[in-house]
């Protein structure tokens, strides 16, 4: 079988580190430096000819240049002979752009999938992607995991018997039906209207929440507009707590400490799909490592195993 070399680009050097460490591989040094006139050069420091490939860069702030950043590190495998280039990216944020809802606007996600397999993508592995459809723009196979195991997990072992899964509209509910199945409660989903990036207007919501635990799943949290939106529409119901579940957390604008500021908020729980900064961390928020799930994955994949046998629902 061929070797396996892992690389990373700046995004987020940490969880490479951890699932390299999960699965007892080294992680190969990369050089990333800029000519005078500013444009990236990378090089890839160690051995890729007739080997399987990995690189570990999530679409995150700056999204632009650790975008190019990523193309650059296929371009440099490829150039370099791999055998087999796998981006693992846990967080795509052009997923978002997947719809031509107004004139004159481009679809970036369709684009971004092009521009991976042109760079030299043979395969992606990624982790709750805004929008599913989205498989259907890349030319090459994508597997798409998700966080509802570590999420359910965090939550079994707390007296769930007065508790419903919210979702903040009816686009996420098949995941939160999904994951309430996981936690044996009940689920519900608030009717949503989105006027802009950071507008929404969320007029009822649908299911039995009237004073019962909340937990509110997501598939990520920036400016935190929809999610405080439905606590708003939450409280009216008079629910008896309230806890928020996503997989990115990336929030921005001040997201976190808004939510962290409401006395019926009890938890804040996200992976580490992104990374957060330490200024981020309060004691509300409980970060969850989804390095194993995604160390398992590239190990299937190595290996020629299924990858679907990790969605199973035990």
């Known amino acids: 079988m061929r070797d396996i070399v892992i690389f990373s680009g700046s995004a987020h050097p940490e969880i490479a580190e951890e699932i390299c460490a999960d699965l007892g591989k080294p992680l190969s040094p990369t050089r990333v430096s800029r000519f005078a006139n500013d444009c990236l050069e990378i090089q890839l420091q160690d051995n ?41 990216m846990p967080h795509f944020a052009y997923a978002r752009s997947d719809k031509k809802d107004a004139p004159r606007i481009s679809i970036g996600a369709r684009l971004v999938a092009d521009l991976l397999s042109t760079a030299g993508a043979d395969r992606v592995l990624t982790m709750t992607m805004h929008s599913p459809q989205v498989h259907g723009f890349f030319s090459v196979p994508v597997d798409h995991l998700h966080a509802l195991s570590e999420l ?103 997201a976190l400490d808004r939510l962290t500021a409401m006395d019926d908020v009890t938890e804040i729980v996200c992976t580490n799909t992104v990374p957060l900064a330490p200024e981020k961390v309060t004691p509300k928020l409980r970060v969850l490592s989804i390095a194993p799930a995604m160390a398992e994955a590239i190990r299937r994949i190595h290996n020629g195993e299924s990858v679907s046998a990790l969605f199973n629902t035990p």
């Open 152 to 254: 359910a997990d965090h939550f079994h072992g707390d007296d769930l018997s007065n508790t419903v899964v919210v979702s903040p509209d009816f686009g996420n509910a098949k995941a939160a039906s999904a994951f309430a199945r996981r936690l044996d409660t009940p689920v519900a989903a608030g009717a949503k209207q989105r006027f802009s990036d950071d507008r929404v207007s969320i007029t009822s919501v649908i299911g039995d929440v009237t004073d019962r635990d909340v937990i509110i799943l997501d598939d990520e949290v920036a400016k935190g507009s929809t999610v405080v939106e439905l606590i708003e529409r939450l409280r009216e119901h008079k629910v008896r707590s309230i806890r928020v579940a996503c997989t990115h957390g990336l929030f921005t604008n001040g």
């Open 48 to 88: 890729c000819r007739e080997r399987d490939v990995f690189i570990i860069q999530p679409l995150v702030p700056p999204v632009q240049e650790n975008l190019v950043e990523l193309l650059l590190m296929l371009d440099a495998a490829r150039g370099a002979s791999a055998a087999r280039t796998t981006v693992v």
